[in-house]
């Protein structure tokens, strides 16, 4: 089950002011390669709108007041993303956006290339690192939660809701359960 010579995976974490992309603002976005975590994007953005959920902001430590001042604009922000992703990304190969609850990362990332005009590298999909688990590994959806897989993969050490740091930890994440899944493949005698 050797990986695809034609993708190159992009863990990409962000945060955010509330659950939902238009009422909410995306605030900051993290990522690297999954197989070179030291290539990495980060970028905090100023609030495309000040609705906020307390609990989101209390989660991630941001201040909607302080991004206001300090953080780069979003169309720019995404611009530099985007020009990442493909400055990272090696030539002939296509760039698989890489998540943890990755629905809900992606969409926010996809509203806000389609907002600002520019095309999303990544196309119309992702890959969710918890359904990856549950279908490599017959596990139900609730043992693919943060809290059961950290214990199994990371040492049982939680996220830490910094954007670029969480992309890092769902980049090892991902390769354990890869690598795991590879030599189950493997003990079968497939080749």
């Known amino acids: 089950m050797p990986a695809s010579p034609t993708?190159?995976?992009?863990?990409?974490?962000?945060?955010?002011?509330?659950?939902?992309?238009?009422?909410?603002s995306m605030l900051s976005l993290g990522a690297?390669?999954?197989?070179?975590?030291?290539?990495?994007?980060?970028?905090?953005?100023?609030?495309?709108?000040?609705?906020?959920?307390?609990?989101?902001?209390?989660?991630?430590g941001l201040s909607?007041?302080?991004?206001?001042?300090?953080?780069?604009?979003?169309?720019?922000?995404m611009r530099s993303f985007a020009d990442w992703v493909a400055a990272s990304v090696p030539p002939g190969q296509r760039p698989v956006f890489v998540g943890?609850?990755?629905?809900?990362?992606?969409?926010?990332?996809?509203?806000?290339f389609d907002r600002f005009g520019i095309e999303n590298p990544f196309g119309h999909s992702a890959l969710d690192i918890k359904a990856y688990r549950m279908g490599q590994s017959g596990s139900s959806w609730a043992e693919t939660s943060m809290e059961h897989l950290s214990?199994?993969?990371?040492?049982?050490?939680?996220?830490?809701?910094?954007?670029?740091?969480?992309?890092?930890?769902?980049?090892e994440l991902f390769r354990a359960i890869r690598d795991e899944g590879r030599r189950r493949y493997e003990g079968r005698g497939h080749d």
């Open 151 to 171: 214990a199994l993969f990371l040492g049982g050490r939680p996220l830490s809701h910094n954007a670029l740091d969480d992309a890092r930890d769902q980049a």
């Open 64 to 77: 909607m007041g302080e991004l206001a001042r300090t953080g780069a604009e979003p169309a720019a922000a």
């Open 7 to 24: 993708e190159c995976l992009v863990s990409v974490d962000l945060e955010t002011a509330g659950p939902v992309p238009g009422r909410y």
């Open 100 to 112: 943890f609850n990755a629905s809900f990362d992606w969409m926010f990332a996809a509203e806000y």
């Open 32 to 60: 690297c390669l999954v197989d070179d975590p030291t290539t990495t994007f980060y970028v905090e953005l100023k609030p495309l709108v000040e609705d906020a959920v307390p609990a989101a902001l209390e989660v991630s």
